[in-house]
């Protein structure tokens, strides 16, 4: 049974630093696109950072830009964001997501061609 499941969310200052994990049981995450999402209350769904299947390409939405940094570590199957500076607005559960599709640029930020996600970690930024 293919599965995602992240980690690593919770409570942190403003300014804090938090890595989320998404690891994949069932399939080899390399092979799969995976992308990060999260949704605040009140807010639609929306793409954080994507990484492609095999070269490994990034992208990230402008409001995280050097500031969130997503990584794969194919040896533990697991895909990460490393959050730095966080701010208020950050607040919202994360997801991440995976599909066999190659995905690039802004592509890898439409939630709805993913076929597998994970069951979200809250993330928390307030003082």
């Known amino acids: 049974q293919l599965q995602l499941v992240e980690s690593g969310g919770g409570l942190v200052q403003p300014g804090g630093s938090l890595r989320l994990s998404c690891t994949a049981s069932g399939f080899t995450l390399d092979y799969y696109t995976i992308g990060w999402f999260r949704q605040a209350p009140g807010k639609e769904r929306e793409g954080v950072s994507c990484i492609s299947k095999s070269s490994g390409r990034t992208n990230y939405a402008d409001s995280v830009k050097g500031r969130f940094t997503i990584s794969r570590d194919n040896a533990k199957n697991t895909v990460y964001l490393q959050m730095n500076s966080l701010k208020p607005e950050d607040t919202a559960v994360y997801y991440c997501?995976?599909?066999?599709?190659?995905?690039?640029?802004?592509?890898?930020?439409?939630?709805?061609?993913?076929?597998?996600w994970g069951q979200g970690t809250q993330v928390t930024v307030s003082s």
């Open positions: 997501a995976a599909d066999s599709i190659y995905l690039y640029g802004s592509s890898c930020f439409k939630d709805h061609v993913y076929s597998y």
